[in-house]
């Protein structure tokens, strides 16, 4: 079966520090893969998603980028960190096979920039 | 920002009874209709989807009514239980794209 791990699970870090949030999939073959940020009182906020190695499709300009350096593993980063940049981030995937599916969620991580 | 939007932000019902939670969307070119749940600190969890050739789709408790006219799409929960108390969120699927787009969340509670 599949699974997908997401980690760390909170993570507190000062303004102007980087950042490096880690997903990877288990069980499955050329995912796609999202991100998305989720901030209080708000719904699901697409940041990026990705059909395959190396490919990033950015849905939001901001202060964080995403990379794919394995076909499983989907990595949130950011050079300095914001205030604004708290908040609940989450990963997801679902099968690319060109059919309507429904994506998969991690549990989460919960970022707070003091 | 996001182009699926819900009506209520908070629902609140008695136990027992049949919740209803709305949501509107705007790209008519999405063909793929998702309902999620999630409790307080996880994820998201699938509840339901319904395809733009359906409008409507049953699972076990919960309804799905797509009405691609005024664009419109609702999740019913029948005898609705402690248990369902959570944000439910819909979401949609771009046609043409990989893209997953989701709405503001309604959160419902369910009282004793």
């Known amino acids: 079966s599949q699974t997908i791990h997401q980690w760390p699970a909170t993570l507190v870090q000062p303004v102007g520090s980087p950042l490096s949030l880690e997903c990877t999939v288990e069980g499955t073959s050329n995912p796609n893969l999202y991100w998305y940020r989720q901030a209080a009182g708000r719904g699901l906020q697409l940041l990026f998603y990705?059909?395959?190695?190396?490919?990033i499709s950015s849905e939001v300009p901001q202060n964080l980028s995403a990379s794919r350096p394995q076909d499983r593993q989907f990595i949130l980063s950011s050079k300095k960190l914001l205030l604004s940049d708290s908040g609940f981030y989450l990963c997801?995937?679902?099968?690319?096979?060109?059919?309507?599916?429904?994506?998969?969620f991690g549990q989460g991580t919960r970022l707070t920039v003091v | 920002g996001e182009s699926v939007g819900l009506h209520l932000p908070t629902l609140s019902v008695q136990e027992g009874d049949n919740s209803i939670i709305n949501c509107a969307y705007s790209n008519s070119a999405s063909d793929y209709f998702i309902w999620y749940k999630q409790e307080s600190g996880k994820g998201p969890q699938f509840i339901i989807d319904i395809r733009s050739n359906m409008d409507k789709r049953q699972g076990q408790r919960v309804t799905v009514l797509l009405n691609k006219t005024v664009k419109h799409l609702s999740l019913q929960i029948a005898a609705t239980q402690p248990g369902d108390s959570a944000v439910y969120f819909c979401?949609?699927?771009?046609?043409?794209?990989?893209?997953?787009?989701f709405g503001k969340g309604t959160k419902l509670t369910v009282n004793p």
């Open positions: 990705s059909i395959g190695i190396g490919q």
């Open positions: 997801a995937w679902k099968a690319l096979t060109g059919i309507n599916t429904e994506a998969f």
């Open positions: 979401a949609e699927n771009q046609g043409g794209s990989e893209k997953l787009v």
